[in-house]
C-alpha cells in the first residue's frame, strides 16, 4: 500500500520566491496534518484538516504560510514570500477517524538562501 | 497549553534495557503514543496508551499513568539499529498530536 506521498523531498530555493509543497494522503484517511520540524522547535503542527475542512490551524505561522486541501487526495502548504526562517523539514500526515496512528510522509526538505 | 517533558538524550549499550520517561501537562488528553524517528527519516508509530498500564509490542512496551500525567517507554534487549530519536506525544481531539522535543538514543556496542 502507499503511503503518504509528499513532493518535493527536497527544494532549494532563494529569499522571496513562493514555495509549495504537496501531499497526497493514504486513501481512506480522513484527517491530514502538516508538521515542521527544526533542531530549534522540533515537531510543530501547523495545520490539521478533516475532512478536507481546516479544523485547527493556530500553528500557522504568519499570514505568508496558506494550505488548502481541495479534495481527499490532495493538499498544499505554500509559502509567500518565503524566509530563510522557514527553512525546515515539512511532514503531511495522514489518519482515519477510527484509528489512533498518524502515518508521516517522508517530508519536504527546504533550505531558504 | 500543553507542554510534554522528556530527556534529551540516552545513551546505553547494545543489549541492555533503557527506559524513556515523559510527563506531559495538556487538556483533552485522549492517549498518549510513542514514535520512533531514524536521521534522515519520518516518524514512524511505535505504540500507543489510552488507558493505565503496560502495552507490549515485541522488545518494545510502553506505560502510562494518566493521574500522574506519566508514560514511559521501555526497550529491552538494545540494538545497534535502535539507535533514534524517540518522541512521545499526547493525542488531543480529531488525532491531533503534540510532540515532546525528543529524545536522542545512542546504542553503543
Known amino acids: 500500500d502507499a503511503g503518504v506521498i509528499q513532493s518535493p523531498r527536497h527544494e532549494v530555493t532563494e529569499m522571496g520566491q513562493e514555495v509549495t509543497l504537496r501531499c497526497k494522503p493514504i486513501s481512506g484517511h480522513n484527517s491530514l496534518f502538516w508538521y515542521r520540524q527544526t533542531m530549534m522547535r522540533g515537531l510543530e503542527l501547523l495545520i490539521y484538516?478533516?475532512?478536507?475542512?481546516?479544523?485547527?490551524d493556530s500553528g500557522m505561522p504568519e499570514d505568508r504560510f496558506s494550505a488548502k486541501m481541495p479534495n481527499a487526495s490532495f493538499s498544499t502548504l505554500k509559502i509567500q514570500p518565503s524566509e530563510p526562517r522557514d527553512s525546515a523539514v515539512y511532514f503531511c500526515?495522514?489518519?482515519?477517524?477510527?484509528?489512533?496512528?498518524?502515518?508521516f510522509g517522508e517530508g519536504s526538505w527546504l533550505t531558504v538562501v | 497549553g500543553q507542554s510534554l517533558e522528556q530527556p534529551s538524550e540516552v545513551t546505553a549499550v547494545e543489549g541492555a534495557i533503557v527506559q524513556i520517561n515523559c510527563t506531559y501537562q495538556t487538556s483533552g488528553f485522549y492517549g498518549l503514543s510513542w514514535y520512533q524517528q531514524h536521521d534522515g527519516g519520518a516518524p514512524t508509530f511505535l505504540s500507543y496508551n489510552a488507558l493505565d498500564g503496560l502495552e507490549e509490542t515485541g522488545r518494545f512496551s510502553s506505560f502510562l499513568s494518566r493521574s500522574d500525567s506519566y508514560g514511559y517507554l521501555l526497550l529491552q534487549e538494545l540494538q545497534m539499529k535502535d539507535s533514534a530519536s524517540y518522541f512521545c506525544?499526547?493525542?488531543?481531539?480529531?488525532?491531533?498530536?503534540?510532540f515532546g522535543g525528543g529524545t536522542r538514543l545512542m546504542v553503543k556496542p
Open positions: 484538516f478533516n475532512n478536507n475542512v481546516p479544523i485547527d
Open positions: 500526515a495522514s489518519s482515519s477517524n477510527t484509528g489512533n496512528t498518524i502515518y
Open positions: 506525544a499526547v493525542r488531543n481531539a480529531g488525532n491531533m498530536l503534540t
